[in-house]
């Protein structure tokens, strides 16, 4: 296993990660063109079907993300994760409290930001007109499952050489810019922040994988079909209010980030943190996807 020697090294697997995620975004952006197959050959019906939007989303997606991914980080050096001891009951609903209170702090925050502004989250808006079958199999199963073991297995893992901080904050990062939505991009880059970071300290996908698919069951699809009812909404408002204060709590008191291991390189931090930020393919991987946010809610 051999470990970048320079500096320009260093910069060198910085600048292949973004290079992955472009590819893997203009992969999908190509192979979206597949999804109008059926209109342009007259089968009408096939096209304006929920089920065939849908399917074709999981069919086109996440196998970009397999080649790019795959492809371009396959000869990073890959120190594998230990597993970790189970978490306890108590440190699973510590996870599902600091993901969602930090997810609502994201989203205010988004909020907050675009407030004098025309955009909408229209992922939740396209999750709120999905039948919900349809919302429990490709947001609740099959989005969680594929995005996990994308961003935390085959970029978290691989980049860990560098520093669980390092693998953290890139794939966390990239999470966020992978979604192409000003509204998902913040709270996508924090929850990547959480569920990377219980991977780390678990070593094992299970826990992150379930605890994607709570949030995106919680957050995504649960309040589309909670009734009517003033009661009902101050529960879950209140509990919102109370994930909010103990992820707050939580982050101030226990410091979690402590934990993480600098890695096996010798790099220091601020010397990663420079080739980062001097990666050219980094900052294009950035303002690309920030830009395909934007068009994606002003002009598409």
């Not at 605890?211 to 957050?219: G, P, Q, R, S, Y």
Request: with cysteine.
């Amino acid at each position: 296993m051999t470990f970048p020697q320079t500096k320009q090294e260093l910069r060198h697997y910085y600048s292949m990660a973004s290079i992955a995620l472009l590819v893997f975004t203009v992969l999908v952006e190509v192979a979206v063109q597949l999804y109008y197959i059926p209109y342009y050959t007259g089968n009408y019906r096939l096209f304006y079907s929920d089920w065939y939007y849908y399917a074709m989303d999981a069919i086109v997606i996440y196998p970009a993300g397999f080649i790019a991914f795959g492809l371009i980080l396959r000869n990073f050096p890959y120190p594998r994760l230990a597993k970790g001891p189970e978490p306890s009951t108590g440190q699973v609903f510590s996870g599902i409290a600091v993901g969602v209170g930090l997810l609502y702090l994201a989203s205010i925050f988004t909020q907050l930001l675009l407030a004098d502004t025309d955009t909408v989250d229209y992922a939740n808006e396209a999750i709120s007109q999905e039948p919900l079958l349809v919302a429990l199999l490709f947001t609740v199963v099959i989005a969680p499952v594929f995005e996990e073991l994308l961003f935390r297995r085959l970029l978290l893992d691989r980049l860990l050489f560098l520093g669980d901080w390092s693998a953290l904050l890139i794939s966390s990062l990239f999470f966020g810019l992978f979604h192409t939505n000003l509204y998902q991009f913040f709270y996508a880059t924090v929850v990547g922040l959480v569920l990377g970071y219980i991977h780390i300290m678990t070593g094992e996908m299970k826990w992150n994988i379930g605890l994607h698919m709570f949030i995106n069951f919680f957050c995504g699809v649960l309040v589309d079909y909670l009734p009517d009812s003033d009661l009902v909404w101050g529960i879950f408002d209140a509990a919102i209010y109370l994930c909010i204060g103990y992820a707050i709590f939580y982050l101030l008191a226990k410091k979690p980030w402590r934990n993480l291991y600098p890695g096996p390189t010798g790099w220091s931090a601020s010397e990663k943190r420079s080739a980062c930020l001097t990666s050219v393919p980094f900052w294009l991987c950035v303002v690309a996807h920030l830009w395909l946010s934007v068009y994606y809610i002003y002009i598409a």
